[in-house]
């Protein structure tokens, strides 16, 4: 009897007592994973408190290294840490800086191409861009570094006239009048891409021949959130997926997120793909579930704040072999923004000048020109600086006057522009991609009719001729180039105003 009992009741309290943890396992997984989800909320918060202290802590660390220093450095590796390592167009400047100061180029001012200087499409035409930067070659570029040797050699037998002279205006994006025309748009948009293209390689050739690909990293911080936090983020709506029913919809938009994933992982650095995995947790859980609990918001909740998250974090940081430089470069750029120190104005010329150039690699250069108080070097023991200063600063960009400093042609354009917003516009200018932005936002139909002028962008190498023709006013058919269109052209550094 006994025997028969056990017997018989011992199946029905199995399947009574799966029946109860069946209907408690829900319950007992929302406890349990309601510390999970307090665990990364707190987690997520460290975040965003960890990486403020960093900001904070790289903003008023001076850095052991003198301003000196840094003006000595060179201007490449200050561009590199200011862009994490991503070199873009404009920081080519920076190496040219470098030669410039090795002897093997020289640089001087000219006028700026044509269309340029007559843009029509600037409501203020003292605005237009009139003068900008010609390097030449001096010397032969033996003793210049491999990434040197390629970056000129590309710039001279793309750009240069006779292979010797390199206007920097030729790099430029279109004018405003250009913008209005599709087949010049055409021709630039294919221009840039030849320099994205030269860009990325050149800079794959700066870091192996520097060896500077140590001195940037992916942050901890991110890696984090990528590699942990991300993949118990996509846990949990997993279980959401299948802890009452299977939804097909909640499980197939879980696949199409583990697919982003995986992309995030090998692109850490793209923001956007790290939000499109978000986004898709996002639609996985809501396609999921019919209506909320409180474990579903909090975990809303965290999927919305991974989102921010990531919006915080930096993709890239400097890592702690380069700290001081960083820091030293930051602290020069926070006080140079208020224009040279008065107790700098009595160093010589190519030391100002050397200011001024790192000044435009840190992105700086018109501001701190604007903001100096030129009128000290009245006292200045150089005499050539004395009657520089003398002269009437001009009211827009222009060309200085003849000077015997030719080897400060930055400081004597800074002392002759000393009153205009955007001083050293001739540097500047030609890095300038906004009109790409509004040329393809706002195109124009019609392509290049009208009475438009003439102006031709010529420059050697195969396949990289570029002329506007245009019917004139009188019906006629123009074919030729703006004075100083050229690569040479006849524009001096040393005229008049």
Not at 193 to 202: A, E, L, Q
Not at 312 to 323: C, G, I, M, N, Q
Not at 366 to 390: A, F, G, Y
Not at 473 to 492: E, L, N
Request: charged share 20%; with cysteine.
């Amino acid at each position: 009897m006994e025997n028969s009992f056990t017997n018989g009741h011992m199946p029905s309290q199995i399947v009574y007592s799966f029946l109860v943890q069946r209907q408690q396992a829900p319950i007992l997984q929302e406890v349990w994973l309601k510390q999970v989800q307090e665990w990364m909320m707190w987690v997520l918060l460290g975040i965003i408190v960890v990486q403020l202290l960093l900001w904070v802590r790289g903003r008023f660390s001076r850095g052991p290294f003198t301003d000196e220093e840094v003006e000595q450095a060179d201007p490449l590796l200050l561009a590199y840490l200011r862009s994490k390592g991503q070199l873009k167009l404009k920081d080519t400047q920076a190496s040219l800086f470098q030669l410039t100061r090795k002897g093997i180029l020289c640089m001087r001012i000219v006028k700026s191409k044509g269309r340029y200087r007559k843009d029509q499409g600037v409501s203020n035409a003292s605005l237009t861009p009139k003068t900008t930067l010609e390097y030449s070659m001096q010397s032969a570029a033996v003793s210049a570094s491999a990434d040197e040797q390629e970056l000129v050699q590309w710039l001279f037998s793309h750009y240069g006239f006779g292979k010797q002279r390199l206007r920097l205006d030729a790099l430029a994006g279109p004018s405003s009048e250009e913008t209005k025309r599709r087949e010049d748009m055409k021709h630039y948009r294919t221009k840039e891409k030849m320099h994205m293209d030269f860009i990325r390689s050149w800079k794959e050739r700066v870091v192996e021949t520097r060896d500077w690909g140590q001195f940037i990293r992916t942050p901890l911080l991110l890696r984090l959130l990528v590699y942990v936090m991300f993949p118990v983020q996509m846990l949990q709506t997993g279980i959401v997926c299948f802890a009452e029913r299977v939804s097909v919809p909640g499980v197939i938009g879980l696949t199409v997120t583990a697919v982003i994933w995986i992309l995030v992982i090998r692109k850490i650095h793209v923001r956007l793909l790290y939000q499109l995995a978000c986004v898709g947790l996002i639609i996985s859980l809501s396609l999921a579930i019919s209506g909320n609990s409180e474990f579903t918001s909090w975990l809303y909740a965290i999927l919305f704040m991974s989102l921010f998250v990531r919006l915080f974090l930096p993709a890239r940081e400097v890592a702690p072999s380069a700290k001081d430089w960083e820091a030293s470069m930051r602290r020069w750029r926070r006080r140079y923004k208020k224009g040279v120190p008065a107790e700098r104005m009595g160093e010589s010329a190519e030391t100002l000048e050397q200011i001024i150039q790192t000044a435009l690699v840190l992105g700086i250069g018109s501001r701190c020109v604007r903001k100096t108080n030129w009128s000290m070097l009245q006292q200045h023991p150089d005499s050539e600086l004395r009657r520089l200063i003398e002269r009437e600063p001009a009211q827009e960009d222009s060309l200085p006057g003849a000077t015997m400093l030719e080897q400060a042609p930055l400081l004597v354009l800074a002392l002759h522009l000393r009153g205009v917003y955007r001083a050293m516009s001739a540097a500047e200018f030609p890095y300038d991609r906004s009109n790409y932005i509004f040329g393809t936002v706002f195109p124009e139909s019609g392509g290049s009719g009208g009475s438009s002028p003439v102006y031709t962008d010529s420059y050697s190498g195969k396949n990289h001729k570029h002329t506007h023709d245009h019917h004139d006013g009188s019906g006629g058919h123009h074919h030729g180039s703006d004075s100083g269109d050229s690569g040479g052209g006849g524009d001096s550094g040393g005229g008049g105003d």
